[in-house]
């Protein structure tokens, strides 16, 4: 007996870019994963995220994820330092919202620099928009990465301010768990989150780590929190000479890779399933069974506010 593997369609679009659609399935909800090089100029890294966002929205996708600083990967600290904004300003958060609001769909943009307390560096901040353009919430990354390998050396807390809050958010898709590329390896987080359906990790893995440990560490947050995992990243060589391993991918809660892209710009796709992942934490309730509790530290739920409607001003008579 042989097992049909499920329909794929492709779409194709300029510069080789290429997404695999699966079909959608009653009770889905299709998402995205967005893999960019970016580099140190934000008006193109911007333009580039429009046209895969795009390209994202015309596969389907209702919740779309752009990888960590897709606005920018400077050539120094000092191009980033320049580049970020207050929260609610600026041009990089008004892009996110007008994507958002003009295609009607879910954009994590994967992170973005805002203001730190100190005039030298930033907040690596994680930041979700609804569909109608409105901040919803809002992550500041807290383990920030250091390696030291003799010719590779990375040291982020020259650069980021950490952050001091695990957030979540309930979405029309499930409650959203946030987080950015290093927090990969802290499980420790993950567990402090409520039982979260979809986990996000927007990332610029260097390719030394990423080839080593990327897939290894998504497929283990997944299967651990029987969580979909949605994971974009930056792929590529950088005008900096730093080279990112991409690998893209979106994984569901068996730790079942169901797509991805090893390298360069493009879009990866897959479906998620509300009514699968109910069943694995039924047959599989690990969430449950667990004996030792997390010790964590705040844990912030944003909820997504409703519109509320202006009332009309007291007339002078009912104010008499």
């Not at 659609?21 to 333009?47: C, D, E, F, Y």
């Not at 979540?168 to 359906?197: H, K, Q, T, W």
């Not at 730093?242 to 479906?271: C, F, K, Q, Y």
């Not at 694995?280 to 667990?290: C, D, T, Y």
Request: charge should be positive.
């Amino acid at each position: 007996m042989t097992t049909k593997k499920p329909v794929k369609a492709t779409i194709a679009r300029s510069k080789g870019v290429m997404v695999n659609k699966s079909a959608l399935q009653a009770g889905t909800v299709r998402v995205a994963a967005i893999q960019m090089a970016s580099g140190p100029n934000v008006p193109a890294n911007l333009a580039e995220a429009e046209r895969l966002i795009e390209l994202a929205v015309a596969g389907g996708a209702r919740l779309i994820v752009l990888p960590e600083f897709f606005c920018i990967m400077g050539l120094k600290d000092a191009d980033v330092v320049k580049a970020r904004e207050p929260e609610g300003q600026g041009p990089i958060q008004a892009f996110l919202a007008r994507m958002a609001k003009k295609h009607q769909v879910w954009v994590v943009g994967g992170s973005v620099p805002l203001e730190a307390s100190v005039a030298n560096k930033v907040r690596n901040s994680c930041l979700v928009y609804d569909e109608r353009g409105k901040q919803v919430a809002r992550y500041d990354k807290i383990h920030l990465f250091g390696l030291d390998l003799g010719n590779e050396r990375y040291h982020e807390a020259r650069l980021i301010e950490p952050g001091d809050k695990v957030v979540i958010i309930n979405s029309p898709f499930g409650r959203i768990g946030l987080s950015i590329c290093y927090d990969l390896r802290f499980p420790e987080l993950y567990r402090a989150m409520p039982e979260v359906d979809i986990i996000v990790v927007p990332s610029a893995f260097t390719a030394t780590t990423g080839r080593a440990h990327f897939e290894t560490l998504i497929r283990a947050r997944a299967i651990e929190n029987l969580a979909y995992v949605i994971a974009p990243a930056q792929g590529g060589y950088h005008l900096s000479g730093r080279e990112t391993h991409g690998d893209s991918m979106i994984v569901d809660p068996w730790g079942v890779v169901l797509d991805r892209l090893p390298r360069g710009s493009g879009v990866v796709i897959a479906n998620i399933n509300p009514a699968y992942q109910a069943s694995l934490r039924k047959s599989l309730p690990a969430l449950q069974h667990r004996f030792i509790q997390c010790q964590q530290i705040t844990v912030e739920a944003a909820e997504r506010r409703a519109t509320v409607k202006r009332e009309s001003p007291p007339s002078k008579k009912d104010t008499a």
